[in-house]
């Protein structure tokens, strides 16, 4: 019986003891401050206070955008998605803890699109003009004790037209309440780097700042742990601090033995503690993941990841997700980012600015390498299409208004926050800020080819390209002075031009937008320049500039993903250059991509009608995913494929092998008269099946299915399930053209965050719970409240079978 109770208490105490670490590690830790938050659309006088008790105000659930839930209409910008931007006030009543009394509070925002002001009882904190960079104020001076606090923000993007890509507008990314000792390290004082990087031993330098908030010097001892994924200490090091009022620094070297090395294949990340004792008590912490790896960029010999050779497959992308806007939660980038990967994409280009802090999170577990990028403008404005790309009179609104006031600490704070992400290999200071004409110019424009150029030639009302070296050198020190670890690059789109002034010698490595024609010219040229491709096209001749020279190292592909804005004329209102629709739907050209970089054997199929207007190019790439033709056509079928042979099978008839190597353009291809059936084509390897794909003619539309990401959900978290909604006929097959539109229902503890077809030019409501299928699909996302309960999606249509998906929460 003693000895059962022993038992007990020992359980008891095992079951205790990862609370209370828990506890004691989340010393200082940020925490969301999303909830309770209220909405109001336009502008108000006395807003700074909360604004008049007859005002209107909605409840919202942070991240918000609230363009997105505006209508589309012609009267706004092709260049913003021809939604509406203006201003919008939000608010939020807390109490304040008494412990708070004796210590240092914060405010933190990720993103606030744009013009933000804040104010905490009436009390203005601060101003942040740019939309894309994080930012914290102090707000423990103003703090009530007595009663209640309110927070007020103002959000002015009354410049709809200031972007030639969609930015929603709003608090459109996390907020945290930070809550601090006295003595502590602040959000970004910590640098991890590994200077000396090898499978025997590492060296590690973890700099830290230490804040002392007192007039009087503190005595405390600063540690640094390093644990491995079981959570085993593999380095140590501390060190007594007499920290004076303001900022110390401490600067420790440590060694890992044996290191388990961040790559692209296996992503394997350290936990990184940063702690602050006073008499023997923790009064901070800092815990941040960390990896070690080393990064060299040759300029012969191309990208060393960890001393091994490597190309670098990227795709660009921007922050938005369709129906969702720009307020996006990360299980969405969590499914997009898998889809990217199976298709042997290992690189993003985080265009054309800082990203959500979570995007960096979720690059260095699922390994990805990345481009982080500052800015889209210097300070002179680019064309913002209104009436369509390159229609009509462009808008010259946006950020080059702030940026000589705001782009050195706009810059430094985005290399702050992200610099020990070991997914980060390059700095970007710049996107295209040398696109000829746009605004720079220069006389060599009147000679030689410039396939990207706005106007014809020199434009000597323009301003000349001979200031982009000097604003690069600035943005570079920038840079420099805050992490020498990675290169600094900029995305270059007239490099004929910047070649003349000096422009690319500023810079470690020199992206190179479109312009793979000027690789061997360039390095013979320039022998000691690092080039790399920064953006290109989805053409087969892009990838083999890359694959067959030995001292390019990378491509990345405009786009990974359809983006809003960037349209074409209304009513285009997206933009479809990505290998994933708005939806995060796979496009025929995902599999194309899939074919030429991924190393898991795979097939795919594509058809299109062969037509007396067969050579114009255009209709030579528009192909169809499905088996449903007339009778009588002809059909040239395309298998996308890595694989070294493929076979294709028309109702069990085999129509012959192909080899890859010898088809043109790579793409194995047979002229087939359509039969009604099945198509199905087999993969060899070595002449030994490795894979296989079968599309079949689908009939009339029927019912409808779905599969879902998640069923069982956590309670006490938003936490979201994607379904991907499919229509077929009556034998389970999918209807490629069906567009019917669908309806969602939700009973249960949840909500419908929006519904989206893929569709670039749909205006139906994205505040909806009905929407029309784009190529028989649609996803629906639903968000929890938090409660637990069970959820019933209900999934219907006129004239299809309805389908019921049942999500748990607990």
């Known amino acids: ?109 990720d993103g606030v699109y744009k013009n933000s002001e804040v104010w905490i009882n009436g009390h203005l904190l601060g101003k942040r003009p740019n939309g894309f960079i994080p930012f914290q104020y102090e707000i423990s001076p103003y703090l009530n004790y007595k009663g209640t606090n309110t927070i007020t923000v103002k959000v002015d993007h009354s410049e709809f037209a200031d972007s030639r890509w969609y930015t929603g507008s709003g608090i459109y990314r996390n907020v945290y309440l930070i809550v601090k000792n006295p003595v502590h390290v602040g959000l970004w004082d910590v640098a991890f780097t590994a200077p000396e990087v090898s499978a025997n031993k590492s060296i590690i330098k973890v700099k830290v700042t230490v804040t002392n908030s007192k007039p009087s010097t503190a005595n405390v001892s600063l540690k640094v742990n390093l644990l491995d994924s079981l959570g085993k200490v593999v380095a140590t090091a501390q060190k007594p601090l007499a920290a004076k009022k303001g900022e110390n620094e401490v600067t420790f070297n440590s060694q890992v033995t044996s290191p ?61 997700a369709g129906a969702l806007g720009v307020a996006v939660p990360e299980e969405v980038w969590v499914r997009r980012l898998k889809t990217l990967k199976e298709a042997g994409i290992n690189a993003l280009r985080l265009s054309h600015n800082p990203h959500a802090d979570y995007l960096y999170k979720l690059a260095d577990e699922m390994g990805f390498l990345v481009m982080d990028e500052a800015f889209d403008e210097w300070e002179i404005g680019k064309n913002k299409w209104v009436k369509g790309w390159n229609v009509g009179t462009p808008s010259k609104d946006g950020y080059h208004a702030y940026f000589k006031e705001w782009a050195d600490r706009d810059l430094a704070d985005m290399i702050l926050r992200d610099r020990n992400h070991p997914s980060i290999i390059m700095w970007s200071i710049g996107n295209e800020i040398d696109y000829p004409n746009d605004p720079y110019s220069d006389k ?29 050198k600035q943005l570079v020190q920038v840079v420099k002075s805050i992490d020498q670890s990675r290169p600094v690059t900029a995305a270059l789109a007239g490099v004929v031009m910047s070649n003349e002034v000096g422009y690319p010698e500023v810079l470690d490595i020199v992206g190179y937008n479109y312009q793979e024609y000027r690789y061997p010219e360039d390095h013979k040229k320039y022998p000691e320049r690092v080039i790399y491709g920064s953006e290109n096209s989805m053409r087969k001749q892009a990838w083999d500039a890359v694959d067959t020279n030995t001292y390019i190292s990378a491509q990345f592909l405009w786009t990974g993903i359809d983006y809003m ?166 034998k389970g097959n999918p209807v490629y053209n069906a567009a019917d539109e669908i309806s969602v229902e939700l009973t249960g503890p949840a909500r419908l965050l929006g519904l989206e077809s893929g569709s670039l030019s749909s205006h139906e409501s994205y505040q909806s719970d009905k929407r029309n299928a784009l190529h028989g699909r649609l996803l629906a996302y639903v968000q929890t409240t938090g409660k637990p309960g069970k959820i019933e999606v209900n999934i219907s249509s006129k004239n299809l079978k309805p389908v019921t998906v049942l999500l748990t929460v607990q």
């Open 260 to 320: 388990q090395l961040w790559s692209i294949e296996h992503p394997y990340l350290y936990q990184l503690q940063v702690q602050v004792l006073q008499n023997g008590k923790l009064v901070d912490q800092v815990n941040q993941q960390a990896g070690i790896r080393s990064i060299q960029f040759d300029k012969d010999k191309g990208f060393f990841l960890n001393d091994k050779s490597t190309k670098i497959k990227g795709v660009c992308i921007h922050d938005d």
């Open 444 to 472: 060599v424009l009147n000679t030689g080819t410039n396939p990207q150029i706005y106007g014809k030639g020199y434009l000597p009302d323009h301003p000349p390209a001979s200031g982009l070296t000097v604003i690069a």
């Open 1 to 109: 019986m003693k000895k059962n109770k022993s038992c007990i208490f020992y359980l008891f105490i095992i079951l205790l003891l990862p609370q209370a670490l828990r506890a004691q590690t989340n010393v200082g830790a940020p925490v969301l401050f999303n909830d309770a938050w209220l909405f109001h659309k336009g502008d108000i006088t006395d807003g700074s206070t909360g604004g008049t008790t007859d005002l209107s105000w909605k409840s919202v659930q942070l991240p918000h955008d609230w363009s997105i839930e505006e209508p589309f209409s012609e009267e706004w910008a092709s260049a913003t998605g021809y939604l509406p931007g203006g201003i919008g006030w939000y608010k939020k009543t807390f109490t304040a803890n008494k412990s708070w009394a004796a210590k240092q509070v914060y405010i933190y925002f």
């Open 565 to 730: 804005g960037e349209a074409g004329k209304w009513p285009q209102r997206s933009n479809g250059a990505g290998l994933l629709d708005l939806a995060g739907f796979k496009k025929p050209g995902y599999y194309y991509r899939q074919s030429l970089w991924a190393d898991k054997p795979m097939v795919y199929l594509v058809g299109r009608e062969i037509t007396v207007v067969d050579s114009n190019r255009r209709n030579r790439w528009e192909t169809t995913p499905a088996w449903n033709w007339q009778p009588g056509n002809k059909i040239q079928v395309q298998c996308y494929t890595n694989c070294q042979e493929a076979e294709l099978f028309l109702n069990g008839q085999s129509l012959g092998k192909k080899s890859k190597a010898q088809a043109k353009e790579q793409i194995p291809q047979w002229d087939v008269d359509f039969q009604h059936g099945e198509l199905l084509v087999k993969g060899y390897n070595n002449g030994v099946e490795v894979s296989s794909y079968t599309i079949k003619t689908a009939g009339d539309a029927a019912k409808i299915s779905a599969v879902v990401s998640k069923t069982m959900l956590k309670a006490n978290t938003k936490g979201l399930s994607q379904v991907e909604i499919q229509v077929t006929d009556d």
